[in-house]
């Protein structure tokens, strides 16, 4: 079975300009998180989707990130336009949906899409 | 979430048992204590969960304190591939897809 997938791995960019990271979740997983780590700074999570719907957006550190699921399946996290403090890694998780479970779901992670604005 | 504390590092030799602490001093009853760890340049991934017993899987044990207030992940025989950072996080098991909270973690470092 596949893991969760990224893509780019690396994104080198120039301040102003738009780029869009693009996250795989296993199949069949309802949920996707988007977290990110910027340089030297714990792994901060950004929102959460279950299945094409935002559950909670109150990670987004602003206007100029925009993040999708069309058809709650894969997902992309577009930064436009790009600022210096975008830099860092951007990580993908999904797990299954636990609703009314008294269990806690295991996440799985893709291994990032490193952003880099120069 | 309620918050937890982790040494910022630790150091290991190859093939020692390793106890990474953790605490929760205001845990609730309905939060499970899950501990996760990231490997150099990866995604973190998990390593194991539990809410009141102790639990084993391959990977690691997990100590859970009678009252609950701290937690103990163990690595039996660390090898050079558990050098990585390893996260303890509380998550309300009512809520079950709620997003994981990372800390700072505790950097675990092990000599060959």
């Known amino acids: 079975e596949a893991g969760v997938t990224q893509f780019p791995s690396h994104s080198v960019i120039e301040k102003g300009q738009t780029v869009t990271l693009r996250c795989d979740p296993i199949?069949?997983?309802?949920?996707l998180y988007w977290y990110r780590r910027v340089m030297g700074k714990e792994i901060k999570f950004l929102l959460h989707?279950?299945?094409?719907?935002?559950?909670?957006e109150s990670g987004m550190p602003n206007n100029r990130f925009l993040a999708e699921r069309t058809g709650g399946t894969y997902s992309t996290l577009k930064v436009q336009p790009a600022e210096l403090e975008d830099s860092g890694v951007y990580f993908c998780?999904?797990?299954?949906?636990?609703?009314?479970?008294?269990?806690?779901?295991?996440?799985?992670f893709g291994e990032g899409s490193r952003l880099t604005v120069l | 979430d309620a918050k937890t504390t982790q040494p910022n590092s630790m150091e290991s030799n190859e093939e020692e048992p390793v106890h990474l602490p953790c605490n929760h001093s205001t845990i609730s009853g309905t939060d499970y204590i899950h501990w996760y760890r990231q490997l150099p340049s990866q995604g973190p991934e998990y390593v194991i969960h539990g809410l009141t017993s102790n639990v084993n899987n391959r990977m690691a044990s997990l100590a859970i304190a009678e009252d609950r207030k701290s937690s103990t992940l163990i690595l039996h025989r660390a090898t050079l591939r558990d050098a990585a950072v390893y996260y303890c996080?509380?998550?309300?098991?009512?809520?079950?897809?709620?997003?994981?909270?990372f800390g700072k973690g505790t950097r675990l470092s092990v000599i060959a």
């Open positions: 989707f279950v299945k094409e719907s935002k559950q909670d």
């Open positions: 998780a999904s797990s299954q949906d636990r609703s009314g479970l008294t269990n806690t779901g295991e996440l799985f």
């Open positions: 996080i509380l998550r309300d098991r009512t809520s079950g897809n709620t997003p994981l909270v």
């Open positions: 199949s069949g997983h309802d949920n």
